[in-house]
């Protein structure tokens, strides 16, 4: 048996790097930047009002003085107007300040004849640059406004969209196929006939996929057939557009094991092993060689639904979203273990976990026992509970290591 760093390791050389891609900025949120985007324009692009009130040259404004009104300049009106000496110009919040104005004297501190008279009276003395928005006080032209590798998020977005950016350039998701296997397996929503289960593991696998920022397709499972699963999968892929295949299924030491059979030979170079962990232990990577000779990278994971799932989690997730140039490692943390567990020595425990956190103090309790098949324990599980291969047991109230789930 192998550890978990080990196989870990092998399926992150395996993983392509991501193409660049060109986005619009709506669909580009979530995704890390590929180049620098520099600033095509300043912001703001010209000088500008912050508040409703009135442009002036700052030494002419004191508290009793009064000034006639020349001009109304709202928001978006493009002449360049000029600011006669001993005047005022009504101006509103992101209108361009006249050629001569230094100062913004805001509504509230004039007083008498409101907005709509042609005279304005001040009720104080005003400073030059008071609320007036200097070109490129946020950002020059030329200079970066996003590093590369930067994730997109709203803020981003916002930004880009001020700078006039229409589309950015991303790296684009890797385009990851999943196919299940196994002969008992029913599509939900058909008859389930005795000996036969509904096929689970392809939409939570591809949710999964989807959750950690990459393109998930699920291909039409396929029975424990040597030749047809290699047929379905080599026609898909020599379509050339996907990235990475992940399997379910078909790797454990029993008869019937599909994937291991028919990922062999000149079809497929994968490696399978044993990996010292609970649940999960079957597992492989390599690649596919299609009839057409690509070479597409796979990761073969157990069938047990639970199993499946942590064993995304712990091998696939993390090098999947690096290659996405996305935060990758799940932040771990401690808590305090509600109820002892037992542990298989030998193997490092992933067991499903439910935190409570009161004042500040996190607690964990194993839900749901070893079992690969308890697929209602992993759903109602927010966490794994990471229990080191030595251990055998876990008393109640030590401190274990745990990764929530969340995305
Ligand atoms: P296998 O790894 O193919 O030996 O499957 C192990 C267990 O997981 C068996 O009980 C299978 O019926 C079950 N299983 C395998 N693949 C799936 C799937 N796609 N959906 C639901 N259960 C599955
Ligand atoms: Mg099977």
Redesign the pocket.
């Known amino acids: 048996m192998i550890p978990v760093d080990a196989h870990r390791a092998t399926v992150a050389a395996l993983m392509p790097a991501a193409r660049r891609v060109r986005m619009r900025l709506a669909e580009a949120a979530g995704r890390a930047l590929a180049d620098d985007l520099r600033a095509p324009i300043s912001l703001p692009p010209f000088t500008n009002s912050s508040m409703d009130g009135y442009a002036v040259r700052a030494a002419e404004v004191h508290s009793g003085v009064t000034l006639p009104v020349a001009e109304d300049i709202p928001a978006g009106r493009t002449d360049a107007l000029v600011l006669a000496p001993g005047t005022a110009h009504r101006i509103m919040t992101g209108a361009p300040l006249p050629v001569g104005a230094d100062a913004i004297v805001p509504v509230e501190a004039t007083s008498g004849q409101g907005f709509d008279a042609t005279h304005v009276c001040f009720t104080g003395d005003a400073s030059a640059g008071q609320f007036v928005r200097r070109a490129g006080s946020d950002i020059e032209a030329g200079e970066v406004a996003l590093e590369r590798g930067t994730v997109i998020g709203p803020a981003q977005v916002g930004l880009a969209a001020a700078l006039g950016v229409p589309t950015v350039s991303v790296l684009a998701p890797l385009r990851v196929l999943v196919l299940?296997?196994?002969s008992?397996?029913v599509t939900p929503g058909e008859p389930l006939s005795p000996g036969q289960?509904?096929?689970?593991?392809?939409v939570m696998l591809a949710a999964a996929i989807r959750a950690a920022g990459a393109d998930a397709e699920s291909l039409r499972?396929v029975p424990?057939d040597v030749a047809h699963l290699r047929r379905v999968l080599g026609e898909r892929l020599d379509a050339g557009d996907v990235d990475l295949v992940i399997t379910?299924?078909?790797?454990?030491a029993?008869a019937y094991?599909?994937v291991k059979e028919a990922f062999t030979g000149g079809f497929a170079d994968v490696d399978f092993v044993k990996v010292a962990m609970q649940p999960g232990m079957?597992q492989g990577a390599g690649h596919i060689v299609t009839p057409g000779r690509r070479r597409v990278p796979v990761v073969t994971l157990?069938?047990?639904?639970v199993?499946?799932l942590v064993s995304f989690e712990v091998f696939v997730r993390e090098p999947l979203r690096a290659a996405l140039g996305l935060p990758a490692r799940r932040p771990r943390r401690t808590a305090v273990l509600a109820a002892g567990v037992q542990s298989i020595p030998g193997k490092r425990q992933f067991l499903r976990g439910a935190l409570t956190s009161t004042d500040g103090n996190d607690s964990v309790i194993a839900v749901g026992g070893h079992g690969?098949?308890f697929l209602r324990w992993m759903a109602s599980a927010d966490c794994l509970i990471d229990i080191a291969p030595e251990v055998e047991e876990v008393v109640a109230g030590a401190t274990v290591t745990v990764v929530p789930l969340a995305d």
């Open positions: 299940s296997t196994g008992e397996l289960i509904y096929e689970s593991n392809s499972f424990d379910s299924g078909g790797v454990s029993g094991e599909v079957p157990p069938g047990n639904p199993s499946s690969s098949h």
